[in-house]
């Protein structure tokens, strides 16, 4: 038997993170469940799917020990609708679980504690540290360049890495390539880091309800990525696979080259998108001085703009899928970006022009279908 | 099937009383009792219409009048024919069965033959893989040789997504195919669909049958 007394705000906040990962990925009823383990005066929530594992640490008083799961939606939904600010929960003999606040009590049946699947190791070597807010903006910037077909199963993951003093993340889906590098609060020794995590993982990572400058860490233990942060663990498996050599791309010989102001371009891209319905593509045209921005969906209507581009050479037509232009310029913190293109059939570049150190690439659509 | 273009005015009486003041219509009456009121506009709906077992009297010959009962119930339309336009019956035969499902059958046909487009290393073992609860449009193994099975569909909805977790459910009973995961392929799948696949650990994949068949060049990709 187990009783736990906390704030229902605090139950409210960590069950809502937990749940995310009991979400029932699987059919099975009980690893959606979410297992409470008290220990030595101190609670703790744990869920485990397929991919993920999770153990964020309740702030509560307790008493006894040992563990008791739980259905993870009817348990948050519980602790969202209860009416005081403070909560209890009492484990009993009979298999139930009776949750108190103010008035209200209910009695929720435990699922079988060894039905939930324990957790995997969470210690693993050589942490890469750093802030939240890094890692935070870092995820952000590639995470939804990853694939969410399968496709290839490896693009559906995002390629971490760490050396020296160096956090680098890749994600592509084959049409789309973001390369974010963020500079480590403190070099690692060893081997460094280097594993594919799926997107899923790294975006629960970036929901994390921590600091800015709280620090967060990654470690790997061999297939799996350790990462932890205030009091709460979580594990990802790693995809397996040779993710595709990205660098190749990244060398290509850009034949031409065009910095334009981050805003204009992006509100330009905006207004012409609107008129780029049904699959049609942006049309961007090169020339002298200026880039014209064109879209047309038939039965629909069209949209032109153009804004002044320093271009010099020859003029260069270039069709995109307006979405996946406009994410990547999304990402683009400097007033400044520098367009790189080699022809209308290889991609084109998209740069910061500091050292924020963000690089997109975006496949071309033809023009000429 | 009786095709009467008639001048006429339908009074349905039944849980509530309406009217279709005199006016041209199409008066559709199928050898199964349904009797349809159409008029030139409104779409493929009639404007009046009563589903069989019915009883059908016709007065006058040309039809002066056309009354339709709905059996065991108090439903009626009565239609008055002021002019005939014309009046032809023909003879149907017996009905071919729906062609179910020809896009999917397509799609089915042409990743059968091509299952890469379905993931990558993935190889046919069977099509219309047997289960208890119905057939699985494709069962493949992958580089690892995990199994893998994929339902197909012209558009991925969260019914599809209902119907492949419950093939996996079924399949995973069997300890051969403990670990058998799944695929949506469709060449459009919903966004709740998407949602609900991937809270079920379902992946999915989109194709585009022109470029499957080999009759339209895939998009621009990074990677060969």
Redesign the interface.
Known sequence: MISISCQTADLVERLTAVSRVA?????MQPIAGVRLVAQSGSVALEAV???LAIRTELPATVGGSGGVALPGKLLLDVARALPATAVELTSDETGFVEVKSGAATFKLRALRDDDVPPLPPMEGEHPVQLSAGALRDTIAKVEKAAA??????ILTGVLVSASGDELRMVA?D????AVKETKLDTSIGGEGLEATVPH?ALAEVARATVADDATIELRRHESRLIVKWDGTTLVSRLLDGQF?N?RQ?LQENFTSEVELSTKELAEALRRVSLLAQKSARLRLKFTEGELQIGAQTQDVGEASESIPAPWHGEDLEIGFNPDYLRAGLDNVSTETVKLRLINP?R?MVLETTDDSAFTY?V????LD? | MRLIVARCEVRYNGRVTAVLPMALRLLMIKSDGSVMVHADTGGYKPQNWMTPPTVIDFEGDPVERIHVRKVGQDDELDITVEEIVSDVLHDMGEAAALEKDGVERDLQEALAAAPEFCGEGLRLVRREWPTDIGPVDLMCRDETDGWVAVEIKRMGTIDAVEQLSRYLERMREDPVLADCRGILVAQKIAPQARTLAASRGIDWVEVDLAVVRGDREADLTLFA
């Open positions: 979400s029932g990925r699987s059919a799917d397929s991919d969410r077909d399968a496709t290839r199963l592509t084959a049409y789309r390539l899923r595709p990205y791309l059939v991609p690439l496949m071309p659509l033809r279908v």
